[in-house]
């Protein structure tokens, strides 16, 4: 009975050997790859957010406000005009 037991525990480790020895060789060539790769400039990342915005003018307030304030402006005067026209008449 104590031979059947031990029969069952029995494990190749040739196989695990080489699977071992393969995961380090990846390990290395991965470690590898990521040392040449650091030295690499990141050219597409280096610029700064800053700089010409590519924004529709009619998003920028500074050019929507002083439009919607000269409109009613506009507005508001030629009510006024109106009215002072009417009670002339």
């Known amino acids: 009975m104590g031979n059947a037991e031990s029969s069952n525990l029995i494990v190749d480790e040739s196989i695990i050997i080489e699977k071992r020895l393969e995961l380090e060789a ?8 990521k040392i040449l790769q650091q030295n690499i400039i990141n050219v597409l990342a280096g610029f700064p957010d800053s700089g010409y915005d590519i924004k529709e003018w009619t998003d920028k307030k500074k050019f ?7 409109s009613m402006m ?8 109106l009215v002072i026209f009417r009670q002339t008449k």
């Open 26 to 33: 990846q390990r290395r060539q991965v470690n590898t790859d």
């Open 64 to 70: 929507v406000f002083p439009i919607v304030l000269a």
């Open 74 to 81: 506009l507005l508001i005067f030629s009510f006024l005009g």
